[in-house]
């Protein structure tokens, strides 16, 4: 866990001192009071982390309690993490099993800290089936209800996601309301565009399966019309199960599938099997599960992610 940055409190601090027009939330309070003025919030895991830094701009300090390139899914907290936790007045997550330890330290939270679980708030959609005659599991978390986690990669759930982390935050502190909820407007605004560029971009397209190793798209897929396929016995970890390979190679033939998703860069000799025995090239799709240190500095977000994924899917699936 890691409390974000120490850069962005001292900026916090300036702005709230420096504030003093119309409408701002200005006070004349120390440097020290204006940083404890801040409401502190705790996001599980990247894309929840983004709404709060979006929604609460520099009147909030957000705690994130899944460093960046760690799996969400294990993410397991220490004592110290515990306790930056027990210092957030808000704290938002998904429920349902998706993150154990993180919904299992949620229950022991003082009751002047709010938790709010956002799966609450969206369709959870079911884990589609894996394409039959593949060996093994496909990758991706799946919800202790069986359904399918990855909702925020329907830009609609993100919005759904953003309105009760803006109300929670505007319950918490109505004196930064206007702040709150003219941020929120801007990113909806934002998540809205990303989500009519889903909507109009797999109009004419070759195929319109989605093969996958990662069982994450669901969400996308559905958003976008598409179908998700998800294989297994596919991984750059053991080699390609060959039953796998014949099943996945008459599949792609039946339904005109040329490229084949995974979620990281396959070893060169994995995709030249790949080439040779399915007749597919592969290509990488993000999940947008966490953001690494060198992506965020380059200034990647969910949004910048989601329009590359959505540029890949239309080369993919050759739409035009
Ligand atoms: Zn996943």
């Known amino acids: 866990m890691r409390i974000i940055p120490i850069a962005k409190i001292a900026l916090l601090t300036a702005v709230i001192s420096s504030c003093s027009g119309a409408g701002s939330t200005a006070s004349s309070d120390t440097h020290n009071t204006d940083v404890n003025r801040a409401l502190v919030v705790a996001a599980s895991f990247y894309p929840i982390e983004e709404i709060t830094n979006r929604v609460g701009g520099d009147f909030v300090i957000t705690i994130e309690m899944t460093p960046p390139g760690q799996s969400a899914h294990d993410v397991q907290l220490t004592i110290k993490d515990r306790e930056e936790l027990a210092s957030a007045s808000l704290v938002f997550y998904m429920g349902n099993g998706f993150q154990p330890d993180i919904e299992k330290a949620v229950t022991t939270l003082p009751a002047r800290i709010t938790a709010v679980d956002l799966l609450q708030s969206v369709p959870l959609l079911p884990v589609d089936a894996q394409l039959e005659g593949t060996v093994g599991v496909p990758d991706g ?180």
């Open 141 to 320: 978390e799946v919800l202790n209800t069986g359904q399918d986690p990855h909702v925020w990669l329907d830009p609609a759930n993100m919005i759904a996601m953003t309105h009760e982390i803006t109300d929670a935050m505007v319950k918490a502190r109505p004196d930064l309301s206007a702040g709150f909820e003219a941020n929120a407007v801007a990113y909806i605004k934002e998540l809205e565009s990303l989500g009519t560029f889903i909507d109009t971009s797999f109009a004419q397209c070759e195929s319109d399966v989605l093969v996958t190793s990662h069982r994450a798209f669901a969400y996308f897929a559905q958003r976008a019309h598409l179908t998700q396929v998800a294989i297994a016995g596919v991984n750059p970890e053991e080699e390609p199960s060959v039953k796998s390979l014949e099943t996945i190679a008459n599949f792609a033939k039946a339904n005109k599938v040329s490229t084949i998703f995974f979620e990281t860069l396959l070893p060169a000799d994995l995709a030249q099997t790949l080439a040779t025995k399915v007749g597919a090239t592969t290509d990488v799709l993000d999940p947008v599960e966490g953001i690494d240190s060198d992506a965020r500095a380059s200034g990647a977000t969910y949004i910048s992610i989601q329009q590359d994924n959505v540029a890949r899917v239309v080369k993919g699936l050759r739409c035009s």
